[in-house]
């Protein structure tokens, strides 16, 4: 089978990887300590406290079965804001910790495959309400923004990394999640990528409700250009890289009142 074949390609699909695969050469298997579940931060570094949002009282939150039925991808946005409490909510129900079991795992918003959960979320802050413009890092431990780089226009640097989708660069903000795969590896070795790609979808799907209790919309983007992505973002393209965005700002409509 030729490695860039489409056989290939669907085998990763299947769980016939599985069948294949020594699962004594793990990491796991031989002893060694998982990785942390959250990438470090500088002790100095800037960090944001974000507001509590575990109880909806704050958005006029739709029903289940209303905001599944209204999903769709939106590329248009209005020039509002979002706020902070709003994006604390998304946030929240993204990749959120409900509870902290020990120091390497927590029970998150979203499922992740034997609780490992490989992504971290980067922000491209366009227009939040108390934010400058910046790149910004999700800690989910500790429900903070950590602030990552001041970058000159960077709009238009999203929308070019976003290989010239605009909308990444007119919304709001601009969700980049990353993986560091050595997390998921130490328990799957190479069975772990195909549930990586897994769990990347069961996020951003609750993103897309989550914008719907927020009167926002989102749309995902799987085209980029890796490197300039992984370049603005601050992260090495090996150990840890961009796999998945989705651009959110409130709906066209949402200036008027």
Not at 1 to 17: C, E, T, V, W, Y
Not at 34 to 58: N, Q, V
Not at 78 to 85: K, M, P, V
Not at 148 to 155: K, P, T, Y
Request: net charge negative; charged share 20%; aromatic share 8%.
């Amino acid at each position: 089978m030729q490695p860039n074949s489409i056989d290939s390609g669907r085998a990763f699909l299947k769980d016939s990887i599985r069948r294949t695969i020594d699962f004594s050469g793990t990491e796991q298997s031989r002893g060694i300590p998982p990785p942390a579940p959250e990438k470090p931060f500088e002790p100095g570094a800037k960090r944001i406290d974000l507001p509590d949002c575990t109880t909806s009282g704050h958005f006029s939150c739709k029903g289940l079965a209303s905001a599944i039925s209204n999903r769709e991808s939106c590329r248009s946005y209005s020039g509002a804001a979002i706020s902070l409490e709003e994006l604390s909510f998304l946030l929240w129900a993204t990749q959120g910790v409900r509870l902290r079991i020990d120091e390497h795992h927590a029970l998150r918003t979203v499922p992740s495959a034997g609780c490992r959960h490989a992504l971290e979320t980067y922000l491209s802050v366009h227009r939040v309400t108390g934010l400058e413009k910046g790149i910004y890092r999700f800690l989910p431990l500790e429900h903070q923004l950590v602030f990552e780089a001041s970058i000159e226009n960077i709009e238009k640097k999203t929308a070019w990394a976003a290989l010239g989708q605009h909308f990444a660069g007119t919304a709001a903000v601009t969700f980049i999640w990353t993986a560091i795969p050595r997390r998921m590896e130490w328990r799957y070795g190479l069975a772990a990528h195909k549930v990586i790609a897994l769990d990347a979808g069961h996020v951003c799907q609750n993103l897309y409700l989550a914008c719907e209790a927020i009167g926002a919309g989102t749309c995902a983007i799987a085209a980029y250009d890796q490197e300039r992505m992984d370049a603005l973002i601050g992260v090495d393209g090996t150990d840890e890289f961009a796999i998945y965005l989705a651009a959110v700002g409130k709906k066209p409509d949402a200036d008027i009142n």
